[in-house]
């Protein structure tokens, strides 16, 4: 299993930035994928999921109406848009693969850092 996660840099306030997640080594097409994210001193948390059918499960609901989530089945990619980006979204973003948005995370990728920041 392999997620590869990219797409992450430096973005001033307000700011938008894509990130990416190529996978490989499992059915891509059957699960959901989600990202979470750890901001330096903090627990990871959730961000959002996607399911193997498009439906988006959003976990910090404080990204909710600025990022957005899809994915390319044919390609075994996941991107997450960020818009109206803020500096306490800066933090180290992973990708993940799970069963279901509600089931816990099977494997994780590497991660990309967003720093958001004048």
């Known amino acids: 299993v392999q997620l590869q996660a990219s797409g992450g840099g430096l973005v001033q306030p307000g700011g938008s930035l894509r990130l990416s997640c190529a996978a490989s080594g499992f059915t891509f097409g059957d699960v959901a994928m989600s990202w979470s994210r750890q901001a330096p001193g903090k627990e990871r948390e959730g961000v959002l999921c996607i399911s193997n059918t498009g439906r988006i499960t959003y976990y910090a609901q404080s990204v909710k109406g600025r990022f957005t989530v899809s994915r390319d089945n044919a390609k075994n990619t996941v991107n997450l848009q960020m818009n109206s980006l803020k500096p306490e979204d800066t933090a180290i973003y992973y990708c993940?693969?799970?069963?279901?948005?509600?089931?816990?995370?099977?494997?994780w990728g590497q991660g990309t850092q967003v720093t958001v920041s004048s």
């Open positions: 993940a693969w799970r069963y279901h948005c509600h089931r816990p995370v099977q494997s």
